[in-house]
C-alpha cells in the first residue's frame, strides 16, 4: 500500500522568503511519479511540478523546485522569493508505478496538505 | 481554451435524491478521474476511467456511478445510498499511460446535503 505523510499541518513564511513543504512518502514500487499541487481557496487544484522515480536530477518550475532524497523516500517542496499569492494549501501526491503486463494505472494518492501563509 | 469544466459550481440536495455532476474536458485526454475531497483533507479516487465505455472503481465508489460514453464527457451519480455526500468534488484528466501522466484538474463542485 502507498502513503504519503505530509507533517507540517500550517506553515508561515515571509513574503520573499524561501519555504520548505515536507513530504515524505511509502511505496514498494520501483517506478513511481510525485507531483505537488497548489488549491487556492477557490478549490482548483493546479499542477506544480513532476518527479519521477528514476529522475537523477531534482525537478524545477520556475520558483519552484523539488527536493528528492529516494534513499530517504523524501520529496520536499521548496518555493523561493515567497509572493503572496502563494498562500495557498499543498498537496503532495503519488501515482504508483506499472503494473505487470505493461498496464499502467495512474491513481493518485495524496497526502493531508500543507496550509501555506505567506506574511508581507 | 483548452480545460476542465465542472457543473454546476454549488449543488444542494435534498436526502435520498440522486444528483449528477458534469465533467467535460476538451484536452482529448482518454484517462478521467472523479475525487472527493473534505474538509482539512486529501483528495480520494471515487472511480476512473482511462478509455472510453470502461471505467473502474476507486478507493471509495460506495454510493456513486459513473459512465464514459464519450471521451469528453465523465459524469458522477451521487446516489441515495451514499451515506454522507457533503463533499467537494474534483474531477481530473491525464493523457493516459504514458511517461508522467499529470493529471489536470477543473474547478469542482461543492455538494451539500440539505
Known amino acids: 500500500a502507498q502513503k504519503i505523510t505530509q507533517t507540517q499541518p500550517g506553515m508561515f513564511v515571509q513574503e520573499k522568503e524561501a519555504v520548505t513543504l515536507d513530504c515524505t512518502y511509502d511505496t514498494s514500487d520501483q517506478s513511481y511519479g510525485l507531483f505537488w499541487y497548489k488549491q487556492p481557496s477557490s478549490g482548483e487544484m493546479i499542477f506544480l511540478i513532476y518527479q519521477g522515480s528514476y529522475d537523477e536530477q531534482n525537478a524545477t518550475e520556475g520558483r519552484y523546485s523539488l527536493n528528492f532524497q529516494k534513499a530517504r523516500k523524501s520529496a520536499n517542496l521548496v518555493i523561493s522569493a515567497s509572493q503572496l499569492g502563494d498562500s495557498a494549501m499543498y498537496f503532495c501526491?503519488?501515482?504508483?508505478?506499472?503494473?505487470?503486463?505493461?498496464?499502467?494505472?495512474?491513481?493518485?494518492?495524496f497526502g493531508q496538505g500543507t496550509i501555506l501563509t505567506v506574511h508581507p | 481554451d483548452g480545460g476542465i469544466t465542472q457543473s454546476p459550481k454549488y449543488l444542494f440536495r435534498k436526502e435520498g435524491q440522486n444528483v449528477t455532476l458534469s465533467c467535460e474536458q476538451n484536452?482529448?485526454?482518454?484517462?478521467m478521474y472523479w475525487y472527493r475531497q473534505d474538509p482539512g483533507q486529501g483528495l480520494r479516487l471515487i472511480y476512473y476511467s482511462q478509455i472510453v465505455n470502461d471505467f473502474q472503481k476507486g478507493d471509495i465508489a460506495e454510493g456513486y456511478s459513473v459512465s464514459r460514453e464519450k471521451k469528453e464527457s465523465f459524469p458522477l451519480t451521487v446516489t441515495s445510498a451514499q451515506k454522507n455526500p457533503t463533499a467537494f468534488y474534483l474531477c481530473?484528466?491525464?493523457?493516459?499511460?504514458?511517461?508522467?501522466?499529470?493529471?489536470?484538474f477543473g474547478p469542482g463542485t461543492r455538494l451539500t446535503v440539505l
Open positions: 501526491a503519488m501515482r504508483e508505478g506499472r503494473r505487470a503486463g505493461g498496464t499502467s494505472y495512474g491513481k493518485l494518492t
Open positions: 484536452l482529448n485526454h482518454d484517462a
Open positions: 481530473a484528466s491525464s493523457i493516459g499511460p504514458g511517461s508522467t501522466d499529470t493529471q489536470y
